[in-house]
């Protein structure tokens, strides 16, 4: 079954640095997204993107995010001057065109900002 | 906030049925109910979704009341691989895919 796949696995940053997550979604969906989930909290929306475009965003994606699909496969969440508090798990989705169809998660990127 | 409400933790014998209650009494005629599930801090996957039908596939069945305020899912023969949490979402947000999540039931599977 085909699957997100998200790289690295874990990443670790010294505050103030840039990271660069990425993420291949499935290959026919058109729609994408990122979500983050901080240590023993609950999974956070952050981003929305379709047709080159953000379609919606949260609170948490301030201007030191943000995405870019590079390419046909790449799907990128890019965070300027990491903090602290930037610390999480980033899971990247994607889903088909059609109007609620179920998101399909990567098994995410942990975070980690010393 | 999340709009629906779930039972922090249930246990469940292996290969008995899981029953995992959600209540979303304000949920709109528009909206979906979605069920999701997160092992062990992996991405959350798709279990099953439906609109007012009961559904069923692979891996569920989703038996929502008439009323459409509350939902249970329904695992019919738990295995230890299906402990997780367990996130019932409900959502008219089509392609925005802007799913809130909740804190969701920590299914036990007991052998």
């Known amino acids: 079954e085909p699957e997100v796949t998200q790289t690295p696995s874990h990443q670790v940053t010294q505050m103030g640095q840039e990271v660069i997550l990425r993420c291949v979604p499935i290959?026919?969906?058109?729609?994408f997204y990122w979500y983050r989930q901080i240590l023993g909290q609950k999974v956070e929306f952050l981003v929305s993107?379709?047709?080159?475009?953000?379609?919606?965003k949260s609170e948490i994606f301030d201007d030191q995010f943000s995405v870019e699909r590079p390419d046909g496969s790449n799907f990128t969440l890019k965070i300027r001057s990491t903090k602290l508090e930037d610390s999480a798990m980033y899971f990247c989705?994607?889903?088909?065109?059609?109007?609620?169809?179920?998101?399909?998660f990567g098994n995410g990127t942990r975070l980690t900002v010393t | 906030d999340a709009k629906t409400t779930q039972p922090p933790s249930m246990d469940c014998a292996e290969g008995r049925a899981a029953n995992l209650p959600c209540n979303h009494s304000?949920?709109?005629?528009?909206?979906?109910v979605y069920w999701y599930r997160q092992i062990h801090s992996q991405g959350p996957q798709y279990i099953i979704h439906?609109?007012?039908n009961n559904e069923t596939n692979e891996m569920a069945s989703l038996i929502i009341t008439e009323d459409r305020k509350s939902s249970t899912l329904i695992l019919p023969h738990a295995t230890l691989r299906d402990t997780a949490v367990y996130y019932c979402?409900?959502?008219?947000?089509?392609?925005?895919?802007?799913?809130?999540f909740g804190q969701g039931t920590t299914l036990q599977v007991k052998p």
């Open positions: 439906g609109l007012k």
């Open positions: 993107f379709y047709n080159n475009e953000i379609s919606e």
């Open positions: 304000t949920i709109s005629g528009n909206e979906y």
């Open positions: 979402i409900v959502s008219n947000s089509g392609n925005t895919g802007k799913l809130i």
């Open positions: 290959s026919n969906h058109l729609y």
């Open positions: 989705a994607s889903s088909e065109a059609i109007s609620f169809r179920p998101l399909h």
